[in-house]
């Protein structure tokens, strides 16, 4: 299942030569950059343009496999926020502190998964307000919504809002979030959608914290994307490109012309990749950048020296099995 993950986020995210460049002149303004976000103010990185982003998935459970990495790649890509990092960690409170501390100061836009929820292992929302010295404090709007929108379980069909129940301690104990009492409220928590409850703490002005069911993480982060857009590097929220080239020739076989297209092409912003496919017959060559009318531009040459074809999705002519 990992393997599939990184797959697909290495396809959606895989960073363009303007924010990945990592010569000896670049490195200084790297670490200039990361300098400066480590002094920001949680206001600063609220509102400055995003570039970068991080996820941190949250959860002994989902150590077995399943995450939510693919759909943050493909909301980043689609955006062009440059996905820069994905990691995944247990219910573990010092590994939780030290790695947001790390992302927020590293990356523009940073959302966590998982650990939300009402039960003693899930930690995520004390572990991050520990990790920005904030407290846990009880969101009154966030609790009507819950009482408003919440179904009726089946499992407590006597439970009474109104009764300090371990039920009620443990239903809020999902809308207990760190807050900065210092800085707007408005800022620090959002409801992406409107037909749920769950709110979405916004941390040091750029870690997002989400659920790990994947229907409400889904949701509410797509629900986010008007509040990203105007603060995107393309405000229009285009995003990034990507056409897929199927070759039935080995990797060593178009080595040194894809090196030579590469060499071409980034001064315009495009990357080129190439990805074999392992007991497949077809590798897939890929282009991705911003700008479509040139990506097109480049179509017919590379389909001609690769003997390729594009493809909407990778695999779609594979040959059947016989």
Request: some cysteine; glycine content about 6%.
């Amino acid at each position: 299942m990992f393997s599939r993950l990184s797959q697909v986020a290495r396809h959606f995210s895989r960073p363009l030569p303007n924010y990945a460049h990592t010569s000896a002149a670049a490195v200084p303004s790297i670490a200039n950059r990361i300098m400066s976000s480590s002094s920001a103010t949680a206001d600063e990185r609220n509102t400055r343009t995003i570039h970068t982003a991080a996820c941190l998935i949250i959860g002994d459970e989902v150590l077995g496999g399943k995450t939510n990495s693919a759909y943050m790649a493909k909301f980043c890509f689609g955006l062009g926020m440059n996905l820069k990092r994905i990691e995944v960690i247990g219910d573990e409170e010092s590994e939780i502190v030290e790695a947001v501390q790390r992302m927020s100061t590293n990356y523009d836009f940073v959302v966590t998964s998982g650990g939300i929820g009402p039960t003693h292992d899930d930690i995520t929302y004390q572990s991050i307000g520990k990790a920005f010295n904030l407290p846990l404090v009880f969101h009154e709007e966030a609790y009507e919504k819950m009482k408003k929108l919440s179904k009726t379980n089946l499992k407590q069909p006597n439970f009474n809002w109104d009764e300090d129940s371990p039920g009620r301690k443990a239903k809020i104990r999902m809308i207990e979030l760190p807050t900065d009492k210092s800085r707007d409220a408005k800022q620090q928590v959002i409801f992406p959608a409107e037909d749920l409850w769950v709110p979405v703490a916004c941390v040091n002005g750029n870690v997002h914290i989400l659920p790990g069911v994947p229907r409400l993480f889904e949701k509410l982060l797509d629900g986010m994307k008007p509040h990203l857009l105007p603060r995107l590097t393309d405000p229009e929220g285009k995003g990034i490109h990507r056409v897929l080239i199927s070759t039935p020739l080995s990797e060593s076989s178009v080595a040194t012309y894809l090196t030579e297209l590469a060499a071409k092409v980034e001064p315009n912003g495009v990357k080129v990749g190439s990805y074999p496919r392992w007991g497949k017959k077809r590798n897939t060559v890929t282009l991705v950048g911003r700008d479509q009318a040139y990506l097109d531009s480049l179509v017919d040459e590379v389909v001609k020296n690769v003997e390729g074809r594009v493809v909407k999705v990778e695999g779609e002519d594979d040959e059947p099995d016989a």
